[in-house]
């Protein structure tokens, strides 16, 4: 069955400082692999999505992720934090493209 | 104008009363599913339609029924509330035909059930 498990149920960082949110699946196929953004009072919009081919997928909003299938993680990551990323990220997993599979989200403090 | 829409957007009920939540989509896909989040766990999967015939059940669908009257609406009951049901819903549609692979969400409809 798959799983997903986000490391830090809150994480906190100054604006311009690196942003690095965890996130580790398990899948007994090849995954394909989603991170989403909740902004408050909104639903869920995709940041970006592994499917197949370049592991290092680059997203809307200057984030990026890498699927590293030898550690099973797709972890986001964003250079300089801007205070409008303030927001919960949920990763997501899903076998042959069909069901999702979240993780219990990450909220994301930017402190000026 | 939104591509999933979702009413209504917010409501409070009591236990024991039906309600239903309903969802549209302008996005031409044909698979629609609907999750609830609740704080520390996520969007969990409650029911799935891969087309108007194919209606599935998701990781909690106890307490929980769904109709898809067509292509386009897929709508979620709660026969009798409970005060657990009290979360935030979710509509989402995929397109098959590219895989199905994305979801596109609505914007959530917010329940209450006292």
């Known amino acids: 069955a798959q799983s997903v498990t986000q490391l830090g149920s809150h994480v906190s960082v100054s604006e311009g400082a690196l942003v690095l949110l965890r996130c580790n699946y398990s899948?007994?196929?090849?995954?394909?692999l989603f991170w989403y953004v909740q902004y408050p009072n909104q639903g869920l919009q995709l940041l970006l999505k592994?499917?197949?081919?370049?592991?290092l997928v680059k997203g809307i909003n200057g984030f990026e992720a890498e699927f590293k299938k030898s550690e099973t993680s797709f972890h986001l990551t964003k250079p300089s934090a801007h205070m409008s990323d303030a927001a919960e990220y949920f990763c997501?997993?899903?076998?042959?493209?069909?069901?999702?599979?979240f993780g219990a989200g990450t909220i994301l403090r930017v402190k000026s | 104008d939104a591509d999933v829409t979702q009413t209504p957007r917010n409501r409070i009920t009591k236990t024991g009363k039906r309600i239903m939540l309903e969802c549209s989509q302008t996005?031409?896909?044909?698979?629609m599913y609907w999750y609830r989040q609740d704080p520390g766990l996520g969007l969990r999967l409650i029911y799935y339609s891969f087309d108007v015939k194919d209606i599935n059940k998701g990781e909690i669908s106890d307490g929980y029924s769904v109709s898809r009257q067509a292509q386009a609406k897929f709508s979620l009951s709660l026969e009798s509330a409970i005060p657990n049901q009290t979360a935030l819903y979710f509509c989402a549609t995929s397109d098959s035909t590219s895989g199905g692979k994305t979801q596109y969400f609505g914007p959530g409809t917010r329940l209450l059930v006292l």
């Open positions: 592994y499917t197949t081919g370049a592991t």
């Open positions: 899948s007994s196929v090849p995954p394909y």
């Open positions: 997501a997993v899903s076998e042959y493209g069909n069901k999702l599979v």
């Open positions: 996005k031409g896909h044909d698979r």
